[in-house]
Nanobody, 121 residues
Framework: QVQLVESGGGSVQAGGSLRLSCAAS????????MGWYRQAPGKQRELVAITTSGGSANYADSVKGRFTISRDNTLNTVYLQMDSLKPEDTAVYYCNAQLVVAGIIGRMSYWGKGTLVTVSS
């Protein structure tokens, strides 16, 4: 059984910073793409940032220059450093990981349960 557990969400004033973490556990053989998505009230889930196993990263235009995604493959963990937060960043943030796990051929997509980020003006 694979689990993704997020942490680091909370409430912050505009201009502040938060750091999200997502740790994957279970019979993991290989980490592929790992990323962060968010869903604001009344809106669809959207990609925030993603990092490949090769270390490259891509960001949504709305967070470029403010958010930084990183990963530690030894800890099966992905991070999202969020700086210069804006009220429009308020959302539930979900971690996603593409993993190769024991007993399953090919990569599988796993989701965390989400962590709430609230930015007040």
């Amino acid at each position: 059984q694979v689990q993704l557990v997020e942490s680091g969400g909370g409430s912050v004033q505009a201009g502040g910073s938060l750091r999200l973490s997502c740790a994957a556990s279970g019979r993991i053989l290989d980490l592929k793409d790992m990323g962060w998505y968010r869903q604001a009230p009344g809106k669809q889930r959207e990609l925030v940032a993603i990092t490949t196993s090769g270390g490259s990263a891509n960001y949504a235009d709305s967070v470029k220059g403010r958010f930084t995604i990183s990963r530690d493959n030894t800890l099966n963990t992905v991070y999202l450093q969020m700086d210069s937060l804006k009220p429009e960043d308020t959302a539930v943030y979900y971690c996603n990981a593409q993993l190769v796990v024991a007993g399953i051929i090919g990569r599988m997509s796993y989701w965390g349960k989400g962590t709430l980020v609230t930015v007040s003006s």
